[in-house]
């Protein structure tokens, strides 16, 4: 077996109402603490238990809600900024994966020893950082166990920093966090784990490894058991526990064997028409696996039954790879997920910009199981329009 590492979120807590007892798990994060969080998370109270679990064990709380989808650099400085002014001796990211990948740079860049100019790219991150919790409340991202930052620089381009010292210290799954998330938001987020799973196990990544394999798959089987019931009955507590708890797996996956084309193609349409990261990979899922199936059909036939138990995998693996791409197709579908880039604004005029902005995300174009040049790209997207 050929050599590989493997790294994650040292501790993991999994509890329903865990987060009501917040103050009880978290002294590693001192007594001065920063919350990283956005406006809709403020607006709808879902802070409100860790908040008052922390102020009644004294702790001296201040919390930044300005968080926004797609973060730019200046939410990071102010974040940062409001971090240094309160003192901060930890930080908690508590919301979706911007809420998170703010936090984790907030963490790091609190401490005055690095620029986030300087840190852009792998392992480039030198300093230490404070101690860090990440409590998500969507069922999708995974960036509570990831070393991942992903940051909007510009008007348009998204870039990430990539470290080992980014994984959080804690992560606490509490399901009834997400129990008031909408169905769309629910949609997109749970397809989000789903590519997050099969991207890492195809993965052409150096470290591709049993590990991830292993939890990709529970990952899938978690999420496509679950996800048509949590979109269309958001307070099912049981489906919302193990999508969380799938999302979180798929989120250990990837981290250690990475995405690929999936989300080398997303990012572009994130980053100029603002489309959430989630329905972006949906968006031009189908059309990616087509491409790759020449490479990877055996490890799509392999998948595809524990995504679809009933689908009928009795043909080749050419047969039930296409089968498996097109039931997810269908599952985009019948989640309400939009299917088509016109639908969120792209028309052809549009395609050559994503397609070059595509082939700047050599991080993730090395891992797939197929090189894409810039025309597969553009055909790609064609495709999807």
Excluded: W
């Excluded at 008052?52 to 300005?66: E, P, Q, R, T």
């Amino acid at each position: 077996m050929t050599g590989f590492t493997f790294s994650t979120t040292p501790k993991l807590i999994y509890a329903a109402g865990a987060a009501a007892e917040f103050a009880s798990h978290t002294d590693l994060l001192g007594d001065r603490i920063l919350i990283v969080t956005d406006p809709g998370i403020v607006k709808l109270g879902l802070h409100e238990a860790a908040l008052n679990s922390l102020k009644k064990a004294g702790k001296d709380i201040s919390v930044f809600d300005a968080v926004e989808a797609d973060p730019s650099e200046a939410i990071v400085e102010r974040a940062t900024s409001q971090a240094i002014a309160h003192k901060a001796t930890g930080v908690v990211g508590f919301g979706g994966g911007s809420s998170m990948d703010v936090a984790k740079l907030v963490a790091l860049l609190a401490l005055g020893e690095e620029k986030l100019s300087d840190i852009y790219g792998i392992e480039m991150i030198k300093g230490k950082r404070l101690p860090l919790v990440q409590v998500p409340t969507t069922a999708g991202t995974g960036s509570e166990v990831t070393p991942i930052s992903i940051i909007t620089v510009g008007a348009e381009t998204k870039k990430g920093v990539v470290s080992s010292k980014l994984l959080p210290d804690l992560t606490i799954l509490d399901a009834d966090l997400t129990l008031g998330l909408p169905p769309a938001v629910t949609a997109a987020t749970g397809v989000d784990a789903m590519v997050h799973a099969i991207e890492a196990y195809t993965s052409r990544g150096a470290n591709n490894n049993p590990m991830s394999a292993t939890l990709a798959k529970e990952a899938l089987r978690l999420l496509g058991s679950n996800i048509r019931t949590a979109v269309s009955d958001g307070s099912n507590r049981e489906a919302r526990a193990e999508m969380l708890l799938g999302a979180c797996l798929a989120g250990q996956a990837f981290a250690n064997s990475p995405v690929a084309a999936v989300h080398a193609l997303a990012y572009p349409i994130g980053g100029i028409f603002h489309v959430p990261h989630g329905l972006s990979n949906a968006l031009v899922l189908p059309e990616v696996m087509k491409f790759n199936s020449v490479a990877c059909a055996k490890e799509y036939a392999e998948l595809a039954p524990i995504v679809f138990p009933e689908m009928d995998c009795s043909g080749g693996a050419q047969e039930i790879a296409a089968l498996f791409t097109e039931n997810l197709a269908q599952l985009n579908k019948d989640l309400g997920l939009e299917t088509t880039l016109r639908e969120v604004g792209v028309t052809a005029d549009d395609l050559d910009r994503l397609a070059d902005a595509a082939m700047e995300q050599t991080r993730l174009l090395v891992n797939n199981p197929r090189e894409v040049t810039r025309e597969d790209a553009y055909n790609i997207y064609k495709a999807t329009l």
